[in-house]
């Protein structure tokens, strides 16, 4: 499997002190991707290396997430990673695209997750003016599966980029889906794949909250905002 690093973080899965392991390797090409040293990265590790890993920080951990790049396209060794963690008595994370429904099928039908991080790029009919590919309703059906799952949680969060979306993108979009949270990400100008966007503004968190606040009474769950500033804010 292609593991492209590891982190232990408290942040990553709210309330819970987890391993994160970012898989190497996407298939979209996300303007403002900030893990571009993920796509193309070939660092192989095996399952013994992962489940030692895992096994030397067991005893303090809650959780693992698996992030990325892509995970779902390392889906074999999601599942026998995943496996392990259930194993264990850890809970797991899948922070995904939502490009791949079937194989999102696959691990929902093992019970494999406890919660799954959606990063939906914007409304689902305009991406590939982001992605530069059209797969907007390939992520709307793995979120409608999701939801349907009433043992998984669901997070949805767009990292909101100053010129690629305006404040109406984001309320057509939470006009689209339904989560039990919706985070707002702030965008972040370094180590971006397209280099144009390293000139692009980082947007200031307290208009962040300001457009969270606008949409807050038009989604039906929670509402977050995530910044380097302040960090996680849940939005009263």
């Keep these: 499997m292609y593991v492209g690093g590891s982190v232990i973080s408290s942040v990553e899965f709210h309330g819970n002190m987890s391993l994160v392991l970012f898989m190497s390797g996407c298939p979209?090409?996300?303007r403002y991707c900030h893990n571009v040293e993920l796509l193309d990265d070939v660092t192989e590790k095996s399952f013994e290396d992962i489940k030692q890993e895992i096994d030397s920080?067991?005893?303090?951990l809650d959780a693992v997430v698996i992030s990325g790049g892509e995970p779902l396209m390392q889906t074999d060794a999601l599942i026998e990673i995943f496996s392990y963690v259930r194993e264990l008595g850890l809970k797991t994370k899948l922070d995904t695209s939502g490009i791949y429904p079937d194989k999102i099928k696959q691990l929902l039908d093992l019970k494999l997750l406890d919660f799954v991080s959606l990063d939906i790029k914007t409304t689902f009919s305009k991406y590939r003016k982001i992605t530069?590919?059209?797969?907007?309703?390939?992520v709307k059906k793995s979120m409608e599966l999701i939801n349907a799952d009433n043992n998984v949680r669901l997070e949805a969060r767009t990292t909101y980029v100053p010129t690629l979306h305006t404040k109406k993108d984001i309320i057509n979009l939470v006009d689209e889906i339904e989560a039990d949270i919706y985070t707002i990400q702030q965008f972040r100008n370094k180590n971006v794949l397209d280099p144009a966007l390293e000139k692009v503004e980082v947007p200031n968190p307290h208009d962040l909250v300001q457009l969270a606040r606008e949409i807050k009474p038009y989604f039906?769950?929670?509402v977050k905002v995530k910044s380097a500033e302040f960090g996680e804010q849940i939005i009263e």
């Design 132 to 138: 530069g590919s059209n797969v907007g309703f390939q």
């Design 57 to 60: 920080s067991a005893d303090f």
């Design 220 to 222: 039906n769950g929670q």
């Design 28 to 30: 979209l090409t996300c």
